[in-house]
């Protein structure tokens, strides 16, 4: 159909498809659906001009205001995954009228000012007075209303191993944190301390201590497990606090945590996966303790989410051929030996479409290793008939680098990822290595870390405002952060896989599509 044409990513073959449509037949669901359709595969296929007068017929509909929202933002969301050099592109290619040229200047404002709040809150006010009609009006209004800032009389403590050998990691959340502050100096800002407990996580517990003697009026961290479980004992926090890891204590007044292990990673892998269907898996990790524990988490979660598991192995590190491990695990030996007697019972060498085959009830593996590993087991998988099931994988798989060449290796590898990362990515030189001075590598190593200080900040300005009551709902650099009925910060990353060479953002058409049709 013509929405699998889009799912395996081939939008040409979807709208020769769609041309076949009879419309008239339709009703305004049906209608809504292909107009989606036809959307989603212009914009996959760069006909953005296209698609935007599409969606400008589909908002004067009456009938399809329920639908039109739902619209609007997948539109912005491919915009927003070109970068602001595409953008500026498309919008100096050809002739557009205002409301198209408003999409691209809309688009390139989240892209460009989407993670600094105080810019792009000044930016959406400035669309949004240009724009009084423009189709994606309210989403613009919806994602104003998100910003936040924190008022200037309070007192913001972040405790973090600054002195440690985190330090890159503990500096690039710090600088994330305080991303959100006017650059120009024009506004008042919160009191910003920060309290450093080195290569001691012991001691995080006592610098909690001075930031609530000193009047801290919300206190981020402590940034780590060890440093976290440190205040594991108190039956309550003295004054709001986010925890920056896995609170192991129960429920308690004040205590809210971002669990950032990869067990939590490894839990959203296997949820994604089940929640496209796939039953039956395969799960591959390395021998650390770090792997393993994430391997016993997803596996436990897969089971509980009524999952089978096919089988399991460990993939040592110090080998290059995995060829007698993956034949056994894919079940290619008993293939091989059921084929073999059959063409001696039959007396035939060679029998025209009898070959050997991965066992049929497997749909999906799990691939919980390092980058190296990883680049190694993939393309095995692919030579012993394994490539066209999903293969996931950690995020370790991707540091936001180009590197196309490498990842080939990785094709249709699918993971979760921080939007931020990905905007990273789209704005960087594609077409050869980026260069990096010792200043910036750890910039880009610790994005990710960059990435969760900022959306600290705007969790963090929330819950200072909430007055009790809890609906946390960020559209943030890490991912979409929401509360939990147990004080636990959720976060939805983006989801996307390799194709040719390159981080791709996986959207599941048919998804959207049931979406729609259950919509009224």
Known sequence: SAALALEEGNPKKSLRRQANFNQSSFDSAQQSAAGYLKVIALLMDDQVKNALELVHVASARENAKNHVDLLVQTTLDY???????????IAKDRPWDVEQLAWIDLANKLAVKGWKHHDLQAALTEWLAT????????????????LCSINHEMHIALILPISSKYADAAIAFREGFKSHLDDRKETPEPLIMVYDFGNNPDQAEEKYNQAVINGADFIVGPLGREA???????????????????DKANVRSNAFSLDLSRKAEARSIVAHARKRGL???LFLYNNGQEYQDAAQEAEATWSTLGGAVADRAIIPSNVSDYSK??????????????????EQTIGSPSIPGL?????????????????VTARVLKPQLDFHKAGRLPIYALNVVFNGQPDV??????????????????DHYNSSDQTEPMVLTNMEQPRLTNKRFNALGADSYLISCFLLKTNGELKLNINGASGILTLSK?????????????????????RPVLTVLTELNSRP
């Open 405 to 422: 060449m490498k990842d080939l290796d990785l094709e249709g590898v699918m993971f979760s990822e921080m939007p931020s990362m990905l």
């Open 79 to 89: 915009l927003s995954f070109f970068s602001e050099e595409d953008l500026d592109s």
């Open 486 to 506: 147990d004080n636990l910060i959720q976060r939805q990353s983006s989801w996307v896989f390799f194709k040719n060479g390159r981080p791709t953002e996986f």
């Open 325 to 342: 491990l993956i034949s056994r695990l894919l079940g290619l030996d008993e293939s091989k030996k059921r084929v073999d007697d059959l």
């Open 355 to 371: 070959d050997t085959r991965i066992r049929p009830d497997l749909d999906v593996i799990f691939m919980l290793t390092d980058k």
């Open 131 to 146: 724009n009084p009609q423009h189709p994606a009006r309210t989403v613009a209004e919806s994602r104003k209303r998100e």
């Open 228 to 246: 976290v479980n440190t205040l594991a004992n108190r039956a309550a926090l003295t004054v709001p606090t986010l925890l920056i890891g896995k």
């Open 279 to 281: 039953r039956t898996a």
